[in-house]
C-alpha cells in the first residue's frame, strides 16, 4: 500500500497521541520528547513500536535504531524513511 507524506504524518501522531501515558501534554505540530514529555516508559515504547510496525507493515525496528528514535520528529522521519524505502521510482 503506498501513503502520502501527509498520511503517514496523520496516522503516526494518531498512534503517539493514542498510546502516550502523558496524553494530554501531546501537541500535534510540536516536536516532543517520548520519554520526558509524553510519559513512555520501556513497555510503552515497545508497544508504539509494535502498532506502527502493524499499521504501516514495517520490518521490526533494531534496538540501535530504536534506542536513537526519542522524539516524535525522530518517529516521523523513521516511518517516512521506510515507507519512502520500499515505495518504486
Known amino acids: 500500500m503506498s501513503y502520502s507524506s501527509e498520511e503517514v504524518r496523520e496516522t503516526v501522531l494518531a498512534i503517539i497521541e493514542q498510546?502516550?501515558?502523558?496524553r494530554e501534554r501531546?501537541?500535534?505540530?510540536k516536536d516532543l520528547?517520548?520519554?520526558e514529555d509524553l510519559g513512555f516508559h520501556s513497555l510503552a515504547l515497545l508497544e508504539l513500536a509494535f502498532?506502527?510496525?502493524?499499521?504501516?507493515d514495517l520490518p521490526?525496528?533494531?534496538e540501535?535504531?530504536?534506542?536513537a528514535i526519542q522524539t516524535t520528529e525522530q518517529v516521523l522521519a523513521y516511518v517516512l524513511g521506510q515507507?519512502?524505502?520500499?515505495t518504486p521510482s
Open 33 to 35: 520528547r517520548l520519554v
Open 19 to 22: 498510546l502516550a501515558p502523558e
Open 51 to 56: 502498532a506502527i510496525e502493524d499499521d504501516f
Open 26 to 29: 501531546f501537541e500535534a505540530g
Open 64 to 67: 540501535q535504531t530504536g534506542r
Open 83 to 86: 515507507v519512502d524505502a520500499r
Open 60 to 62: 521490526p525496528i533494531d
